[in-house]
């Protein structure tokens, strides 16, 4: 199983990314995919999943502002993420639940004020 995170980067307050993830060597559209981050010095915490579904969670401070999706026929997770704040800024990682628990080699994201 592999996972190829892109998308990161630098963005003023306000602006705007979409993080993607491609996942490869599993069956994709049956399995829970998701996004994490991490601040220095601190745990990954979840950001968002998706169920096969299309069922979604948040952490709090995400709602209304990032949209997790997927494209089955693609095996690819997406995060867009607006209106971002100096307080996201941390590696973000995408995870697939599948019989293990799989990661992303993280993506930093950094929004200056």
């Known amino acids: 199983v592999q996972l190829q995170a892109s998308g990161g980067g630098v963005v003023q307050a306000g602006g705007s990314l979409r993080l993607s993830c491609v996942v490869s060597?599993?069956?994709?559209?049956?399995?829970?995919v998701g996004w994490y981050r991490q601040f220095p010095g601190k745990r990954r915490d979840l950001v968002a999943v998706?169920?096969?579904?299309?069922?979604?969670n948040y952490v709090e401070s995400a709602k209304g502002r990032f949209t997790i999706s997927r494209d089955n026929a693609k095996n690819t997770v997406y995060l867009q993420m607006n209106n971002l704040k100096p307080e996201d800024t941390a590696v973000y990682y995408c995870?697939?639940?599948?019989?293990?628990?799989?990661w992303g080699q993280g993506t930093q994201v950094t929004v200056s004020s």
């Open positions: 995870n697939f639940q599948g019989d293990l628990s799989y």
């Open positions: 060597g599993v069956t994709f559209s049956a399995n829970v």
């Open positions: 998706i169920d096969s579904y299309g069922s979604t």
